[in-house]
Nanobody, 117 residues
Framework: QVQLVESGGVLVQAGGSLRLSCAATGTIFGINRMGWYRQAPGKQRELVAAISRGGNTNYADSLKRRFTISRDSAKNTVYLQMNSLKPEDTGVYYC???????????WGRGTQVTVSS
């Protein structure tokens, strides 16, 4: 099993910045892709950004100019740097990790990000 623990979610004013962290523990061998998803009230969970073990990244098109995902393999931690935050960025941010062959997906419990106007 893999445990994912997110941290860094707080209340922040619009225009501010925030960095989320997600630490993976447990049977972490074989994890390839790690990423961040978010879920706003009343909406479906959506991909924010993901990063492979090799460092390849992909982002939601609307977020790539403001958000940056990074990964510290030595610490088994993935980060999400969020800049120029907007009220519509409010939501619960979930960390995600995947092992391939067969695909196994793990989720963290989420961290709340609230952006006030």
């Amino acid at each position: 099993q893999v445990q994912l623990v997110e941290s860094g979610g707080v209340l922040v004013q619009a225009g501010g910045s925030l960095r989320l962290s997600c630490a993976a523990t447990g049977t972490i061998f074989g994890i390839n892709r790690m990423g961040w998803y978010r879920q706003a009230p009343g909406k479906q969970r959506e991909l924010v950004a993901a990063i492979s073990r090799g460092g390849n990244t992909n982002y939601a098109d609307s977020l790539k100019r403001r958000f940056t995902i990074s990964r510290d393999s030595a610490k088994n931690t993935v980060y999400l740097q969020m800049n120029s935050l907007k009220p519509e960025d409010t939501g619960v941010y979930y960390c995600n990790a995947e092992k391939p062959f067969p695909t196994i997906t793990y989720w963290g419990r989420g961290t709340q990000v609230t952006v006030s106007s």
